[in-house]
């Protein structure tokens, strides 16, 4: 499959933004992000349940859009430490059991990532 990312942008500090990644049907999808000079971090999944990253927790939602086949990340009061590449990937096999992961090596597909860059 292939995952499109998109709706990154640059943006003021406490601003917000939508990220999409589609097609989302049948997988579960995963957001990493990757600033410069940094390795790749989990920030969020879904499955039949979402997860968060204790970084980003009560500042960004992910949800689903069945009819749209598109998950979105919602990110909210963002930060310049936000500044990063961000990329969705797909999960089949935690689609089927409902339990989304956060370890790369169980997504087999991903984005091309979209750039979020915070700053004033």
């Known amino acids: 499959v292939q995952l499109q990312a998109s709706g990154g942008g640059l943006v003021q500090p406490g601003g917000s933004l939508r990220l999409s990644c589609a097609p989302s049907?049948?997988?579960?999808i995963g957001w990493f992000r990757q600033a410069p000079g940094k390795e790749r971090e989990w920030v969020s999944c879904?499955?039949?349940?979402?997860k968060y990253a204790d970084s980003v927790k009560g500042r960004f939602t992910i949800s689903r859009d069945n009819a749209k086949n598109t998950v979105y990340l919602q990110i909210n009061s963002l930060k310049p430490e936000d500044t990063a590449v961000y990329y969705c990937?797909?999960?089949?096999?935690?689609?089927?059991?409902?339990?989304?992961?956060?370890?790369?090596?169980?997504?087999?597909?991903w984005g091309q990532g979209t750039l979020v860059t915070v700053s004033s």
């Open positions: 879904i499955s039949s349940s979402t």
């Open positions: 049907e049948f997988y579960a």
């Open positions: 990937a797909a999960d089949r096999a935690a689609y089927r059991t409902g339990i989304c992961r956060a370890l790369p090596r169980f997504y087999e597909w």
